[in-house]
């Protein structure tokens, strides 16, 4: 396991993301954006992390972070370690089901201090940087499965079918199935939909939005449909996994 000592942790629940002026640090710096944007100068060099996505800054960098125009869900974490992580400084779409799993823990432990649970929060915070390594890890496949997956990723909500796929990658339809299957152990289908509940989990998370509005969001026009799916793959009807993450 990781070991790290905690020195900082706050969720900043969509609100406007402050500017932070240029400064080197001598920690670990993990932010991982819910939603929103952030954007940071790492040594002068411009990281923008859109929702979904994580930076880990490592010690001895000076850190800049411009005021965000709109409001921000973010989670950041400050801490120091001698483990060698295997992470890069940007980690795009790091937010997939472990992740939020994670993440939903944290806030449920919390209350107005992190101190207060501080050894959970480390143990916490160890398993999260090992999901995001495994995470980067698992991303050496082939780069026609990787343009699939951010098809995907960016039609959620619409109808998505093997034959968009070919006419997006040009290539067959049957050839894309089988090759992201031996890549990846899913077919395409199948992705699409395990990519639906992981956004479905994080909208849930948000706790405001109605149920029938996050099917539709998704692509599930039919909500009894969305919930049967939704328990197969998580155990849970989307009112019950909301009532549990969020007590």
């Known amino acids: 396991m990781i070991q790290l000592k ?6 900043n629940f969509n609100t406007p993301a ?3 002026p240029p400064h080197q640090i001598a920690y670990y710096d993990l932010t991982l954006v819910l939603s929103g944007a952030l954007t940071y100068l790492i040594d002068g060099r411009e990281t923008v992390l859109q929702s979904g996505d ?33 992470l890069p400084l940007h980690i795009d779409d790091a937010l997939h089901s472990d992740a939020l799993f ?3 823990a ?28 495994n995470r980067v890890k698992a991303r050496g496949i082939h780069p026609l499965v990787r343009t699939i997956m951010k098809y995907v990723h960016s039609h959620l909500g619409e109808r998505i079918t093997l034959e968009d796929i070919g006419r997006e990658t040009f290539f067959s339809p049957i050839y894309c199935d089988t090759l992201f299957k031996k890549e990846t152990g899913h ?9 639906r509940i992981d956004e479905a989990k994080r909208l849930l998370l948000e706790g405001s939005i109605p149920l029938s509005d996050i099917a539709e969001h998704l692509g599930f026009h039919d909500y009894n449909y969305f919930s049967r799916v939704f328990k197969k793959r998580s155990g849970y ?11």
């Open 54 to 86: 994580a930076i880990l800054i490592p010690p001895g960098s000076v850190r800049e972070r411009r005021a965000a125009e709109g409001e921000t869900d973010y989670i950041s974490f400050n801490f120091t370690s001698a483990y060698p992580f295997a």
């Open 237 to 247: 009807t989307p009112s019950a996994y909301r009532r549990l993450m969020l007590g």
């Open 18 to 20: 402050d500017s932070i």
């Open 106 to 133: 944290f806030d449920k432990i919390n209350g107005r201090s992190y101190l207060d649970h501080k050894e959970e929060n480390e143990h916490l915070l160890a398993c999260l940087l090992l999901v995001l390594e």
């Open 102 to 104: 994670l993440l939903s």
């Open 187 to 195: 077919s395409i289908i199948d992705y699409v939909i395990e990519k």
């Open 6 to 11: 905690l020195t900082f942790a706050r969720h």
